[in-house]
């Protein structure tokens, strides 16, 4: 799967991706064969509910997962290069560098015991043979260009004298400190104010245009992937169960679970008149994943494919121009529910 413009070399290309993590309990799935692209200046967003895989399939990338504690197989190529199996020194040289990622929670994220400053400082001066006060001054840039106020008397603050929505900023500032070529954002706007939810969205927006950067952003939020992300990849059970243009996923999604997601959704452009409907059920335990297709126990439709649902997994296949889904219903079936039963009450 390649991004929507259809570019041979994608930036980032994760191919048949396993992290399992073995436990006293058994083998927790957490990613089971996944796949995705992402190419310089595009932006991919990652949802589902939690416990679909999401983060751990980010950590994976930036290879933050503890050695000896996940089970990786597949390929993880940055600019060409496979990072599964690589040296975790040579991992780290390129963090900060060629990518970098906001965390979701960036209080747990930062060192409390230094200030905020300092660790962009270092940060930087990882990268870059610069003196302190070289770097001093380009973390008081950065913090100004996230929205700081006062950057050159808060660069010496420390995380607990910053609200959510600075701290938020500060940890985007970290990160581009190095001018990264991709970045990860997990849930960069989870507990954020709208009003400061939408100047994060529009200054990842600015910062990807201006260095023409690779973007993957995750969250369970169908709004901000629609504000931000060229395409979507929606995960369920550690898997892949829709991928396409973000267009394609707003205006004619393909599956059962992102009927749901959508369902879920406030909408704000347009006068509801029934109550939003949350999907039945909760996700699958990732130690016994359900036979078949993992989301046959929450799924309305299920009945239509006869014992399919229940015995056999459904091939992740393109059903016409570049739309994957993993799905038994027939393409007759999915366009008669999308137009008679989920569209008009969206």
């Known amino acids: 799967m390649s ?30 064969d996944l796949s995705f692209s992402v ?12 416990g679909s895989g999401k983060s751990v399939t980010s950590l994976s990338v930036m290879g933050l997962h503890k050695r000896g504690t996940a089970d990786i197989t597949g390929e993880i190529l940055l600019d060409g290069q496979d990072l599964v199996g690589l040296d975790p020194d040579a991992v780290r040289r390129l963090r900060g560098k060629r990518m970098a990622m906001i965390f979701q929670d960036p209080l747990s994220a930062m060192h409390p015991f230094y200030s905020v400053g300092s660790q962009i400082v270092e940060a930087y001066r990882v990268h870059n043979k610069v003196t302190k006060q070289v770097a001093r001054k380009h973390a008081i840039d950065l913090l100004e260009r996230v929205g700081i106020p006062n950057p050159k008397s808060r660069v010496d603050d420390y995380p607990h004298q910053f609200s959510g929505g600075m701290r938020q900023r500060a940890m985007i500032a970290m990160a581009l400190s190095c001018d990264p070529e991709l970045l990860i954002a997990d849930e960069p706007t989870t507990a954020l104010d709208v009003t400061v939810q939408a100047q ?78 949350p999907i039945a059920g909760s996700p699958p335990s990732l130690i016994n994943v359900p036979q078949g297709c993992p989301f046959n126990p929450r799924c309305a439709y299920d009945a239509l494919n006869g014992d399919l649902s229940t015995t056999e997994r459904p091939e992740f296949r393109d059903v016409g121009g570049g739309h994957f889904i993993a799905c038994h219903l027939s393409g007759e079936e999915r366009t008669r529910i999308w137009e008679n039963e989920i569209r008009p009450k969206l």
């Open 200 to 277: 994060i969205l529009d200054l990842i927006r600015d910062l990807q245009a201006e260095f023409n950067s690779a973007v993957v952003i995750i969250t369970h939020d169908l709004g901000v992937v629609a504000e931000l992300a060229d395409d979507i990849m929606v995960m369920y059970a550690g898997r892949a169960v829709e991928y396409s243009t973000a267009e394609d996923i707003f205006t004619n999604p393909q599956h059962p679970y992102t009927w749901g997601l959508l369902g879920s959704m406030p909408r704000l452009d347009r006068e509801r008149t029934e109550r939003l409907q």
């Open 3 to 32: 991004s929507s413009t259809g570019a041979q070399n994608p930036f980032l290309e994760v191919r048949n991706l396993r992290v399992h993590f073995p436990t006293d309990d058994g083998v927790v799935k957490s990613v089971d």
């Open 39 to 50: 190419e310089r200046g595009k932006t991919l967003g990652i949802v589902g509910e939690s």
